[in-house]
């Protein structure tokens, strides 16, 4: 375990670990060479990071095949305890063909409206850090 500044370096096992670990993440694009950031319920699928989306900037992002951010973490407030697990890599858009070969996802958007477009993030990158225990 290595810390630095009071955050443990978490391992790529273990950041792996966590995304599966939780539901909602946050994914972020450029728009005009501005961040955006929104939030998506999703899931791990054979390593990728997979959310639906309706039409607009995100999907428009994963058409354009382009490099993006996705993070998730847990906060315990009261503990003053958390970490954080960032991945980057390119979007793409599952064309229908291979979203049907993969079966029901069991993946539902708290959000109302309509989303049926599927990306996906194949990790290139996958960094993480953990709030370090006073004592370490």
């Known amino acids: 375990m290595l810390v630095d500044e009071g955050l443990e370096i978490l391992s790529e096992k273990h950041c792996r ?3 599966e670990s939780e539901s909602v993440g946050r994914i972020a694009i450029s728009v005009s060479a501005l961040p955006a950031i929104f939030p998506v319920n999703y899931k791990i699928l054979d390593g990728d990071v997979v959310f639906l989306t309706g ?3 995100k999907s428009n992002s994963a058409i354009a095949g382009n490099v993006v951010g996705f993070e998730v973490d847990h906060l315990d407030p009261e503990r003053r305890t958390g970490w954080s697990v960032l991945v ?3 979007a793409r858009l599952v064309p229908d063909r291979e979203r049907q070969a993969m079966g029901h996802l069991d993946l539902s958007p708290w959000a ?3 989303r049926a477009h ?3 993030i194949r990790p290139e990158f996958i960094s993480g850090r953990r709030i370090a225990p006073p004592d370490v």
């Open 118 to 120: 599927l990306v996906s």
């Open 17 to 19: 670990e966590l995304l």
């Open 55 to 57: 039409d607009g900037l």
């Open 88 to 90: 980057v890599g390119k």
């Open 112 to 114: 109302g409206g309509a």
